[in-house]
């Protein structure tokens, strides 16, 4: 089985974070990682191919700096890697965003059929959820997303996800190849181990630019974008804060805090 994880390197997010003129989050302050709700994808892929045989490639798209989400990811396991670097991609929403990625699925497919394509269920800086739902639309793939649990029966050629909703929970199946986006509940992401360091270094990180997937310039990038931010501003610090220095008595006085509030 090949699986194609797609992870985001984005912001850190614990870091104050500042916008740019244009409303854009400025991820050029060097302090990037690994999208935390795509470790879950590469778990996932990962544990399917120990379990069925296989490969995990990673893929990105970013400026340079992007490709320590898919060392990362490397370290997790994953066998190969491919960074699509171009400085046209700078300024893609996310319709440019599943046009780059789809076309180096596609590429990836040119050396060896895709079985499954797997994303997280969010970026935690732009936190849409679209990117794989417009990647199916792309490679016209089935598309199971959010999904709690994944499985894959090889022979018969599925993919099964569980999805946790509201008030029910749904079992889905569908024919591979498929692209399916898992949830933080899918998998607990392991740590990379030592060994999975020092191997990550020897892996190859293929980088493609857009020329080499046969992307329009003009139709990704600030370009292409179908999306415009009007405006981002900084949530303003809350106010209202209560804090409770525990002097002994912090678990009573919470307590009566919330009573008094109509909290509880
Ligand atoms: C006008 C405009 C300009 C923008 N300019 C930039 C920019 O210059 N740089 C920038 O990084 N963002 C930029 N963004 C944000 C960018 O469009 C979104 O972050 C991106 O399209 C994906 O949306 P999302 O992050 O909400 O992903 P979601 O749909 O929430 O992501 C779901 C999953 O898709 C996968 N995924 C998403 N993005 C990538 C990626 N790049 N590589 C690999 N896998 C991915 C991951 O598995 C992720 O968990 C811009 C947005 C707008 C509207």
Redesign the pocket.
């Known amino acids: 089985m090949k699986i194609v994880?797609?992870?985001?390197?984005?912001p850190d997010l614990q870091a104050e974070r500042r916008f740019t003129d244009?409303?854009?989050?400025d991820?050029g302050q060097g302090d990037g990682t690994l999208?935390e709700?795509?470790e879950n994808?590469v778990e996932a892929a990962v544990a399917l191919v120990e379990a069925h045989g296989g490969e995990v490639v990673v893929?990105?798209?970013?400026?340079e700096d992007?490709e320590d989400?898919v060392r990362r990811g490397l370290q997790m396991g994953a066998d190969t890697a491919v960074h699509?670097l171009d400085a046209a991609?700078?300024?893609?929403?996310?319709?440019?965003?599943?046009e780059?990625?789809a076309a180096a699925v596609r590429a990836i497919g040119a050396e060896g059929p895709v079985d499954l394509v797997?994303?997280?269920?969010?970026?935690?800086?732009?936190?849409?959820?679209?990117?794989?739902?417009?990647?199916s639309a792309h490679l016209g793939l089935p598309q199971a997303t959010l999904a709690a649990e994944l499985t894959v029966d090889p022979e018969a050629r599925t993919v099964r996800v569980r999805r946790e909703l509201d008030h029910a929970t749904e079992v889905l199946e569908a024919s591979l190849p498929a692209v399916v986006?898992v949830t933080d509940q899918a998998n607990e992401p392991r740590y990379p181990s030592f060994k999975g360091i020092m191997a990550a270094r020897k892996k190859p990180v293929v980088t493609w630019t857009l020329a080499d997937l046969g992307v329009d310039p003009s139709d990704v990038?600030?370009a292409g974008?179908r999306?415009?931010?009007l405006e981002a501003t900084p949530r303003p610090p809350r106010e209202d804060r209560v804090l409770i220095t525990d002097d002994g008595d912090a678990g009573l006085r919470l307590a009566a805090y919330l009573v008094e509030n109509r909290l509880v």
């Open positions: 994880v797609c992870v985001k390197h984005v244009d409303g854009r989050v991820r999208n709700l795509d994808a893929l990105t798209m970013g400026p992007a989400a699509v991609i700078e300024g893609s929403d996310a319709f440019g965003t599943a780059v990625l797997v994303t997280g269920m969010a970026s935690l800086d732009g936190l849409m959820s679209v990117v794989p739902s417009l990647l986006s990038g600030e974008a999306t415009r931010v």
